[in-house]
């Protein structure tokens, strides 16, 4: 029982942050429908700028973030408006070999600038434990789990409460019933694109404590953000976080209560399961 409850704990902390993660892919593919296959390689380059600022700077990855935020929403503005925007509207399958391509580039770029080998980033928080009766929390985890929800809720006002949340939504409706009210309707999909890469940077400084980071692991963490994303119906923030939850606790137990090789694939189960009886995700509207 104490190492169920310590797997459900696990599970929630970390799966809050995979929520924070496929919250800036819903928002991506809600205004312009493009699901981005280069998703995860943005979150290793955030965590590498983070090293890299560290190396010069000496400063903590959450510190750094001052730094890599308005970098990456910077990045993602470009790459959205000279790489993705020309071509979007047309075959779906050109966005994605688009994308694909952007992740190699990315993958390969951080390989070439940090080498191959695994590295880790210290951190002032990364052997800091708190011990609820027998349930031992990582310090980072229950930062990531409450900067992860903090920002959700903060992104969830922003939408229906600013004109520019409401410009956002009025895309994600109707595209041309927003441009005919006088939406800039590529303006807009430009800056969701930059909102969500640049949630990217703070979700790599949020998992990055006390994990080891290579150049090649952008494509589990894109695997990853896909799984909550479809779980959680692609555009609902509160089903999104709740898939990431899903596919938290299931990663905690497999490892806890598996093989190593079948704990690994019990997330990937547990979502095919899901999917063959509730096709339309964990929203509760179909």
């Not at 409401?166 to 590529?186: F, H, K, N, T, Y």
Request: aromatic fraction near 8%.
């Amino acid at each position: 029982m104490e190492e169920l409850l310590q797997a459900l704990v696990q599970g929630f902390l970390m799966g809050s942050a995979y929520g924070l993660l496929a919250l800036g892919m819903g928002l991506v593919y809600g205004v312009s429908g493009i699901v981005n296959f280069s998703h995860g390689d943005f979150v290793s380059l955030g965590m590498y700028l983070c090293l890299a600022i560290y190396t010069a700077l000496a400063l903590d990855p959450y510190v750094s973030v001052i730094f890599t935020l308005p970098a990456m929403t910077i990045l993602g503005a470009l790459t959205y408006r000279y790489l993705i925007k020309p071509i979007a509207g047309r075959q779906l399958l050109m966005v994605i070999q688009l994308t694909l391509g952007v992740a190699l580039l990315l993958q390969n770029g951080l390989m070439m600038a940090f080498g191959g080998q695994p590295t880790r980033v210290p951190s002032m928080l990364e052997s800091k434990l708190f011990i609820v009766g027998d349930v031992i929390m990582r310090a980072p985890h229950l930062v990531a789990a409450g900067v992860s929800f903090t920002l959700a809720a903060a992104l969830y006002v922003m939408l229906q409460s600013t004109d520019v949340g409401r410009s956002i939504r009025a895309v994600q409706q109707e595209p041309r019933a927003a441009a005919l009210m006088g939406v800039d309707v590529g303006r807009v999909q430009v800056l969701t694109f930059a909102i969500g890469i640049g949630i990217l940077a703070i979700a790599a400084a949020l998992l990055l404590p006390g994990m080891p980071i290579q150049p090649n692991q952008g494509l589990r963490f894109t695997v990853i953000t896909l799984l909550v994303f479809v779980l959680g119906g692609m555009t609902n923030f509160v089903a999104i976080m709740l898939g990431g939850i899903v596919i938290g606790v299931a990663e905690a137990i497999g490892t806890i209560y598996m093989t190593h090789t079948t704990g690994q694939l019990l997330p990937y189960l547990i979502f095919v399961a899901i999917m063959l009886f509730r096709p339309q995700g964990l929203v509760w509207r179909s």
